[in-house]
């Protein structure tokens, strides 16, 4: 009976992981210190399983029930757009221990929550997180007004294992993006007019040199474009998921 009584738990805690997953695509990494799971949520929206943690990334209540979904060990928050931040996912995902990383404009939205600056370095639940400059370079809303003015996005690194994960946030392919070393897995967003073309990503990717590349918040830009585009780009894997 008591070997059945820890059983239970388990069987009820990993089909719920299951179940919240469903429908959503999932790929799962090699690691030094075990398998990460990525699970592709949509548009800039992704949650990662490591570690017995999970790690959300903009959550948004427009692609899942979060009820559903398994509680947040971190939330890292890439800038203050609704699309981005949106206050009642983080209230059904947050706990009292959850670690909820975010920008500086978000701050006064979020109680409780780590500031990260352009360049800033932390530790969360054991993860190393690095915040890296996310803005427009071309695309603007208006002349002299671009979309992601520089200084108050982030696209952040985290470190799993042996293994570095840029996720880009909404921004262009700066100089600070392609500058990055010992990238692993890129995920660069490609959604017109408000971050990347392709170009502007196979750009980024040939300097990044990650392993996998995927196109995330792509929205209805052609992801083939990006396929053909780093075709002779051998060391890079470019893998599409439904993130539109």
């Given at each position: ?167 880009a946030g909404d921004t262009e392919n700066t100089t600070e993006m392609k500058n990055l070393k010992d990238i692993d897995i890129a995920f660069l967003p490609m959604n017109l007019p408000y971050t990347m073309t392709p170009e502007m990503v196979a750009d980024a990717a040939k300097a990044l040199k990650p392993k996998v590349l995927y196109p995330y918040h792509y929205g209805k830009t052609d992801t083939s474009r990006i396929v053909d585009l780093l075709k ?13």
């Amino acid at each position: 009976m008591r070997r059945l009584f820890f059983l239970v738990p388990f069987f009820i805690v990993f089909f719920g992981l299951t179940a919240a997953a469903r429908g959503f695509e999932t790929d799962t990494i090699q690691t030094s210190a075990g398998d990460l799971k990525i699970t592709f949520i949509g548009h800039g929206t992704l949650m990662f399983a490591f570690g017995g943690k999970v790690i959300h990334v903009d959550p948004w209540t427009t692609l899942a029930d979060y009820s559903r979904m398994p509680k947040a060990d971190i939330v890292l928050i890439t800038h203050e757009h609704r699309d981005h931040l949106d206050l009642k996912a983080l209230e059904i995902l947050r706990t009292e221990k959850t670690v909820t990383v975010l920008t500086e404009i978000c701050a006064g939205r979020i109680e409780g929550a780590i500031v990260m600056h352009n360049g800033d370095v932390k530790t969360a639940e054991g993860l190393k997180i690095e915040a890296v400059p996310a803005y427009n370079i071309v695309h603007m809303r208006s002349e002299g007004h671009p979309f992601h003015p520089k200084g108050v996005g982030n696209g952040y690194v985290i470190t799993f294992g042996d293994k570095r994960v840029y996720v880009a946030g909404d921004t262009e392919n700066t100089t600070e993006m392609k500058n990055l070393k010992d990238i692993d897995i890129a995920f660069l967003p490609m959604n017109l007019p408000y971050t990347m073309t392709p170009e502007m990503v196979a750009d980024a990717a040939k300097a990044l040199k990650p392993k996998v590349l995927y196109p995330y918040h792509y929205g209805k830009t052609d992801t083939s474009r990006i396929v053909d585009l780093l075709k002779d780009a051998k060391e890079i894997e470019v893998r599409i998921r439904k993130m539109k």
